[in-house]
């Protein structure tokens, strides 16, 4: 099983700051089977990104994801608002599926 | 539009069982491997289960294997969900997801339902 871990669990931040999100798992991920999803509270997730670093329809390019092997990062350039939730990455290339276990991002 | 409408949780005793539904509507059902996926009362999200597009491969989290079983309809564009001998820690809000490409296996999930929640009490 692919375990996930998530660094830093909370990041306090303003709007227009810069938003750095790890995502490591404990052996590589083939093919860049990982993903990361966007969740705010009452809400299902959405998609940001698949293969790392392909972004979803409609996901604005302040996101971007990147890494290989068993590094991966999200980064949001100048966040919005509406970029304040909890973001968790996903590795989906073989079962069992698993997520990491999110990382809050939060007005300072 | 495209989505996915869960339904068919609520409140179970425990060892008892219930069956969960997802209704699919807005794109081709019978091309999208599906996927259930859970969440705990303030925790974060676990894979549950997947079903092939054509339901010929069927895969499940440790957890589950043996008392849940997915299964699908692809006439009616329905995912299910049986869930047997619940236990507390089943408790959570149930997702329905789809994985992204037609007529493939593992993908990232592009749609999801709002989910039901089952409690076990």
């Known amino acids: 099983e692919v375990v996930l871990t998530q660094s830093p669990g909370t990041l306090s931040l303003s709007p227009g700051e810069r938003a750095t999100l790890s995502c490591r798992a404990s052996?590589?991920?083939?093919?860049?089977?990982l993903a990361w999803y966007q969740q705010k509270p009452g809400q299902a997730p959405r998609l940001l990104f698949y293969?790392?670093?392909s972004r979803a329809t409609g996901i604005p390019d302040r996101f971007s994801g990147s890494g290989s092997g068993t590094d991966f990062s999200l980064t949001i350039s100048r966040l919005e608002p509406e970029d304040f939730a909890v973001y968790y990455c996903?590795?989906?290339?073989?079962?069992?599926?698993?997520f990491g276990p999110g990382t809050k991002v939060d007005i300072k | 539009q495209v989505q996915l409408v869960e339904s068919g949780g609520g409140v179970v005793q425990p060892g008892r069982s219930l069956r969960l539904s997802c209704a699919a509507s807005?794109?081709?059902?019978?091309?999208?491997?599906m996927h259930w996926v859970r969440q705990a009362p303030g925790k974060g999200l676990e894979w549950v289960a997947a079903?092939?597009?054509?339901?010929?491969?069927?895969y499940y989290t440790g957890s589950v294997k043996g008392r849940f079983t997915i299964s699908r309809d692809n006439s009616k564009s329905t995912l299910y969900l049986e869930m047997n001998s619940l236990r507390a820690d089943d408790t959570a809000v149930y997702h329905c997801?789809?994985?992204?490409?037609?007529?493939?296996?593992?993908?990232?999930?592009?749609?999801w339902g709002q989910g039901t929640m089952v409690t076990v009490s």
């Open positions: 052996q590589s991920v083939s093919s860049n089977y």
């Open positions: 996903h590795h989906y290339g073989r079962s069992p599926l698993t």
């Open positions: 079903i092939w597009y054509d339901g010929s491969n069927k």
């Open positions: 997801a789809r994985s992204m490409f037609d007529n493939s296996g593992f993908d990232a999930f592009d749609i």
């Open positions: 807005g794109f081709t059902f019978s091309k999208s491997a």
């Open positions: 293969g790392a670093s």
